[in-house]
C-alpha cells in the first residue's frame, strides 16, 4: 500500500537543495517518489510529520554490534555468553534505529552471531537496521581484537581465510592492519600485516567480488592498505612511533587510490566527559586531539572522500551517539552541514557499493527519517530525531 509522508523540509542527498515543503511517497519497501509536494503521486494517503526535515536514514559505516561499549569493553567480551552477546546486539541495533541510523556496516564480531543478527533485521524479527556485514576481521595471531578475530599470518593463510568468510556469508572482509588500543599488547603504531599480505587479501577479496574495509592507526599501514586497492581506510590516524603525524606520502596514496576514508572521529566523545585523566582512552584522545582534526581537515581539502563510521560497541561510545560523528566532522573538521550529511548518506552507499540506500529517490529503499529543524543549518538537529522508517517501517 502507497503512503505520503510529507514534511515542511526535504533534502535527498542528491544535492545540496532543501525541498520546502517536500513529500516521499513509499510503495512497501521502495520509494516511488521523492520531491516537491506540490508534484507527489494523488490519491495516495498522507502522514504529515509536521515542521521537521525528512532525509535518508543514516548509514553508520563502522558498528561493532555485539561489544557492550561500557568501560570494561574486553571484560565483558569474555565473561559475556554467546547468547548474551547476540542480546547485546539485538539492543545495539534497536538504539542505533531509533537514533536514525537504517544501515550499518558490522566490522566485526564472531561470525555466528553477526550474520543471526543480520538475518533477524532482514527478516523483521527484530527492529533493526540493515546489517552490512563483514563476520570476524581478519587479524594477526594475537593481533588486534584476536577476541573475535580469525586468525592468519601467512599469505597462503590469508588467502584462505578470505575464502572462508566468502563460503560463511561475509558481504564483506575486515582486515587489522594495524594493531589497536583496544587489544593489550598489540602495537597500534605498527602495521600488522607487510604490503604482500595485504596485497594479497586485496586480490582474493577482489577474485571473489568482495571490497576489503582495513583498520589502520599506523601510517605505514595506511600506505599499504591503500596501494593494495582496500576499499575503505578506517581511522586512518597516522599514527607513528612519535605520535601522530601527517604524512604527505600516505595521504597522495589514499587519494591516488580513491579509497574512502572512515576517520571514526567521535570515539572518545563521551569518554572524554566520563573518564579518570589517566584512563589509557584519555591518552589516546589527548594524542588524537588537535593533530588528528587537522590531518582529517587536510586529507578534506585534498579531496578524499570521507564516510562517517562511529565504532560503536568500544569503550563508552554508544549506538545512539553515531550523530556525534557528523557534529564533529562540522565544528573540529570544518566540514558544511550539507557535506557531513554526505558522509552518512550519499558518500557511504558509494563507499558501500549500494545505490539502492543513502538518497531519496524514486527505485531507492525506503529509508528515512525525519528531525527536528533543519540540520543543513544546524547539524546538531539530528539528535532529534521524530521518524525513523525503515524498508517502509515506521519504528518513531
Ligand atoms: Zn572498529
Redesign the pocket.
Known sequence: MKRTYTAARLYTALSEEVIAPGAVTIDAEQIVYAGALADAPADVELVDLGDVTLLPGLIDS???LTLSASEHVLEDYSNDSDQIKLIRGVEACRRALLAGVTTVRE??GQNELIFALRAAAAGGIIPAPRIIAAGG?ITTTGGH?WFFGLEADSEADLRRMVRAQVKAGADFIKVMASG?A?TPRTNPAAAQYTPAQIQAICDEAKRLGLDVAA?CHATESVICAAQAGVRTI??CSFLTPEGIVYDQEAARAVHASGAYVCP?LAIAKRAAASLAEDHPLQQMRRRMGGTRMANLRRLHALGVPFIS?S?A??TLNPFEDFAYNLTELVDQVGLTPHQALQTATRLASEALRRPDIGTLANGRSADLIAVHGNPLEQINSLFEVRAVIARGVRYQ
Open positions: 563502522h558498528v561493532h566490522c566485526g576481521a581484537c589497536g583496544l583498520h578506517e581511522h571514526t563510521g565504532d560497541g568500544v
